[in-house]
């Protein structure tokens, strides 16, 4: 009987099959780490989802008189705003529904930013009104995506900040190595662990494979991120909720 009390009850820990589970913050995590990154080589060093970047581009615009200024000015009110939006509208309704909607309307978004950056880009002057509108399109977007993992992704990792991901993976990864303590503490360590490392993996994809393409065809390159929102929509339909890490 002591033996079977000392093992961790994984259904509790992880609902979410691992198959399931890894697949939407991972695609995720690629999509935002491509849209960071064909929006900085883009428009003038803009972080769409790496939203306090802009703030060291700011710091750089000011000191230096490289990079952009209105966008990166622009994306810390505008992220908050929408945010504030999607949190209130979410009151009251159900998380899978919520979950579908806010998908939908960022591959929504990702297209308009795709759109735009086609027709009328490259932009020479990333302050133009054009450049600049098209890239808050990307700003929005990436605000939802936060918004669906902290009110509609229940035990999911974070898909766009890396600093939180590494230090969790590293926690985890120690208590691990550890292996002393709680068993189910270990258990949901390790299923953390494994969650956490997809996502970060996914983000550095989604850097190395946007930057290649933003490098060879500028903003069109952001057909990546676009179809990557597309899949993430039916990967929210798999996601059950209540799962924890």
Known sequence: MDSMAAKPNLAAIAPVPLDVAWLLPAVLSTTAGAVDVIGFLALGGLFAAHITG????????????????????????????????????????????????????????????????????????????????????????????NAVVRLALPGS????????????????????????????ELARARHRARLTFLSVAG???????????????????LALPVVLAVIAIPLGELWRDGATT
Not at 102 to 107: C, H, S
Not at 158 to 167: C, E, G, H, L, R
Not at 204 to 216: D, R, S
């Open 54 to 145: 802009n703030l060291v581009v700011l710091a750089s615009h000011y000191l230096t008189g490289g990079f952009s200024q209105i966008g990166p000015l622009l994306s810390v009110p505008v992220f908050i705003a929408v945010l504030g939006v999607v949190t209130v509208l979410s009151a009251n309704k159900a998380t899978r529904v919520n979950r579908r909607a806010w998908l939908i309307l960022q591959a929504v978004l990702l297209v308009g930013f795709l759109g735009l950056g086609a027709w009328l880009g490259p932009f020479t002057n990333p302050d133009a009104a054009t450049a600049v509108f098209s890239g808050m399109l990307g700003v929005a977007a990436m605000a939802i995506q």
């Open 157 to 184: 990792p974070s898909t766009a900040a890396m600093t939180t991901n590494i230090t969790q993976l590293a926690v985890d990864l120690a208590t691990v190595v550890r292996g002393r303590g709680d068993p189910n």
């Open 203 to 221: 983000f550095v994809a989604g850097c190395a494979t946007g930057g290649f393409l933003a490098v060879h065809f500028g903003l069109r390159a």
